[in-house]
């Protein structure tokens, strides 16, 4: 039986996107594992149709109870308020993991809750893998393939991170197709504020100046093409899923916006002269490396 097989009954926190998309993948990957859903009772009711719980608590502690895994998939601010809840329902040998977008401070309040010597055991996780549309109607098992899962520790194998029940999830996230890999809390904010947040960021400025410049004729935007709209695919999220990352990521997306604008700032002075080549140059490489990662 492998590792992954141990994880008998999975609690998933949260139905949507993230949290479906992990059920349903368990479900394909250990056939049998019984899924206790937690959320709205409306998401609940839709989880319950879709066949992506099997069981629907409006209890996280319901839900909880006699997990072997729990899967934290609720908004940054909310998983950090259960953790407490968490903790205390957990079986003493369960795996509690979460998929928030920012660790550090999910980690430093985990590490409050999780403190008991021979309890649960808690990993910060986070999944490279997403839609610009969220709810449960647009889970997939196949969200998580090809993609990196961001693991919070020293490294696999380290004394930090060796654990059955940590190296049982590792084998897990590779039957779903996922690609684990190791950082601290603090090099995975920054890494994404980069990479991430700020791209959404931007988006959402794109998008606020293409309406102001739009008028009452349609103009600019009825002669947009398919260049502003990939380049505004991400403007198609939510707040609701971005509020608790700008909280909880502030001082590294500030960082990222001063070096956006100081970029900006750069091109618009050197509009009419050669300085623009090497610009696109620089652009143009960055393209093709993310192409080549692709492939």
Known sequence: MSEGAKFRRVA???TGLIGGSF???VKRAIPGAEIAGHDRPEALEKAKARGVVDEAHESIAGAVRGADLVYAALPIVATIQSLGEIAEAAAPGALVTDAC????AVCRAAAEK???EGGARFLGGHPMAGKEASGVEQADAELFHGTPYVLVGAEAGDLLTADARVDAFVDLLEKIGGEPVWFDAETHDWAVGIVSHLPQMVAVALARVVQNETDETGLPISLAGTGLRDTLRLAGSPYSVWRDVCLTNTENL???L???QQAVE???THLTNRELE???RAANEIYRALQKGQG
Do not use: I, P
């Not at 977008?101 to 550090?104: E, F, R, V, Y």
């Open 12 to 14: 998933v926190l949260g």
């Open 23 to 25: 059920a349903l993948a």
């Open 101 to 104: 977008s920012t660790k550090a």
């Open 114 to 116: 999780f403190r008991s």
């Open 254 to 256: 500030r960082r990222a």
């Open 258 to 260: 001063d070096q956006m």
């Open 266 to 268: 750069h091109l618009r």
């Open 278 to 280: 090497a610009e696109f």
